[in-house]
């Protein structure tokens, strides 16, 4: 019982180890219920050069009514309660967003939008241990169909359309085209940065150059590690690492942490992160590298996801990423959407909605190494801006909760790439091309070089649409319900969170923490003190939890 107290006082009544309650750092910014504006943003008067958004910011310190002043040149000059003292603010033009949400625009900091050639895979019921089992049948496990990589800039710009229309401008991937987002791991083209300076991140999907399936639980015999030198030859390091739940998947941190390949620092953004527990949390926490999630991907591929939980208790940076279109979300709302999920249903609402938002924003920027550029309202930093319909949902909730309906608005630097026609024509002389999105009347600033919007949307029609409307699921959008034969029944009366060892037995009764082959036959709990990893404050101490 004291142990089920314990879990309680940390995961849901906010209790400090000394038992005192805490206020949860995060507005969560539920609707107060008072009548909504009968429009989202209105175009008050026309300027000469520069915007000023005023309305509800959501601004690094926390939601304020203000004004977010952008000048001529795309950079945020002001975000305030108030920009009127600011150069330039008489000849801005305004807008007031009174029923919107003025957020940082979306940063996806992991896809692979080059392989977005295929609609979601569908292998069933079917759960893996590691991603050479779907990849290359390696444990005796039947492949899944190869997506065929891409270079045509048709199919790349409708993935990066999806995202887009979903309020993102950035995206470290594997494939991109000039024009939409920003590919953040532009590599050997720096003009997919569209305007921003410095070292892309190194996106690394085989650090151990394993692509042929080798498969190992001790050492480090792998067929060409990375060398170090090689990876922070850019910026930030994103290598996928642990990717499965078995002790093959664990190793790779081990091979890739020791001090001779010296690849986990604090330059590391370690994309998956499944394979581990309390120990490696610990490694990752101790070189100061991030972690980039993808749970969709996750659940549908492994019947689990990265223990999350244990890198938030560690303090370990956070983001979310996509991963692909065959077993990932379309676009970062959808992602959004499934870290939601899991975090009422199944993490016992670990995380705030304000630190799922920072997933997207600030924590995304930080780990592709951007963050002194974009991923928040600040002034000097480029303006990549998103708003969001708030008259159902408020602050970080219009966001979390938001369809594709709901963005109004998409800056890249200050200039329009999508959003209501009204807004869009009173921020550009440039035409921009009709695009109704359910039922609704927007606009795409499209100029991806020899492509036009016609050309992105017929290719995506061959493959997965643009978008879904509010109540209609996405197509075969892969499971992100946690789903193994250990527990295929979802939480119960008896099993709180789903994870198929009952309540009364369970070390972490509400938070999910199945056992995973890596763990042997129990539940993790590194120091042994019966409180498993994923709800122990303190993992790798038996005298705290």
């Keep these: 019982m004291q142990r089920v107290l314990g879990v309680l006082c940390f995961f849901f009544l906010g209790c400090s180890p000394s038992g005192n309650q805490v206020a949860d750092a995060g507005n969560d ?120 990589s891409t270079n045509d800039t048709k199919i790349i710009a409708a993935a990066e359309l999806r995202f887009v229309l979903g309020g993102a401008t950035a995206v470290v991937s594997s494939g991109g085209v000039r024009g939409l987002m920003r590919n953040l791991a532009a590599f050997s083209d720096p003009t997919e940065l569209e305007g921003l300076t410095g070292k892309t991140t190194y996106f690394d999907t085989f650090p151990l150059g394993d692509s042929n399936g080798t498969l190992i639980t001790s050492g480090c015999a792998y067929p060409n590690i990375r060398t170090a030198g090689a990876a922070f030859q850019d910026g930030q390091y994103a290598p996928h690492v642990g990717e499965g739940i078995n002790l093959a998947g664990e190793n790779e941190l081990t091979c890739l942490s020791v001090q001779s390949n010296d690849l986990i620092t604090a330059r590391t953004s370690i994309i998956h992160g499944i394979a581990f527990n309390a120990k490696d949390v610990d ?23 990265a223990p999350v939980t244990e890198y938030k208790s560690a303090g370990v940076t956070i983001s979310l990423g996509s991963d692909w279109l065959p077993s990932g979300s379309m676009n970062m709302l959808r992602e959004l959407a499934c870290a ?18 920072a997933m997207v924003t600030i924590n995304a920027a930080v780990a592709a190494g951007f963050d002194t550029q974009i991923g928040s309202l600040e002034a000097g930093k480029v303006a990549d801006v998103a708003v969001f319909d708030a008259r159902t949902n408020a ?38 091309a009709a695009l109704d999105v359910c039922g609704n009347a927007r606009v795409v600033c499209f100029d991806v070089p020899n492509v036009t919007l016609a050309d992105a949307q017929a290719a995506a029609s061959s493959i997965y649409p643009l978008f879904f409307c509010r109540g209609t699921d996405p197509d075969k959008e892969p499971s992100c319900v946690p789903y193994r034969d250990t527990y295929p029944d979802g939480t119960s009366a008896t099993d709180a969170d789903g994870d198929g060892v009952a309540d009364a037995t369970d070390d972490c009764p509400l938070i999910f923490n199945p056992v995973r082959p890596l763990d042997g036959a129990a539940q993790a709990d590194s120091d042994g003190d019966g409180f498993g990893d994923a709800c122990d404050a303190q993992p790798l101490d038996p005298q705290a939890h």
């Excluded at 490694?283 to 689990?304: E, F, H, T």
């Excluded at 938001?402 to 440039?430: I, K, M, N, Q, S």
């Design 340 to 357: 939601d999920a899991l975090n009422q249903k199944y993490f016992h609402q670990t995380f705030s909605d304000r630190d799922l938002w």
């Design 29 to 148: 910014g539920q609707s107060d219920g008072s009548t909504p504006p009968a429009s989202v943003c209105v175009v008050q008067s026309q300027g000469t050069s520069g915007v000023v958004l005023s309305g509800r910011l959501l601004a690094p310190s926390g939601p304020m009514d203000g004004e977010l002043m952008i000048d001529g040149s795309g950079i945020i000059a002001c975000a305030d309660a108030s920009c009127a003292s600011a150069a330039g603010y008489d000849a801005a033009t305004k807008i007031a967003c009174a029923g919107g949400v003025i957020s940082p625009s979306l940063i996806n900091p992991h896809d692979h939008t080059n392989y977005a050639t295929v609609s979601p895979l569908d292998h069933g019921t079917t759960r893996y241990q590691h991603r050479h089992d779907w990849r290359v049948g390696a444990e005796g496990a039947t492949a899944l169909p190869s997506p065929p």
């Design 395 to 432: 602050d970080y909730r219009a966001v979390i909760a938001a369809g594709v309906e709901d963005v109004r608005l998409v800056l890249r630097g200050g200039t329009p790439l999508y959003g209501d026609a009204d807004l869009v024509a009173a921020l550009t002389t440039t035409t921009c």
């Design 283 to 305: 490694v990752v926490k101790q070189s100061g590298a991030k972690l980039i999630w993808s749970p969709r991907s996750n659940i549908s591929l492994y019947g689990d996801t």
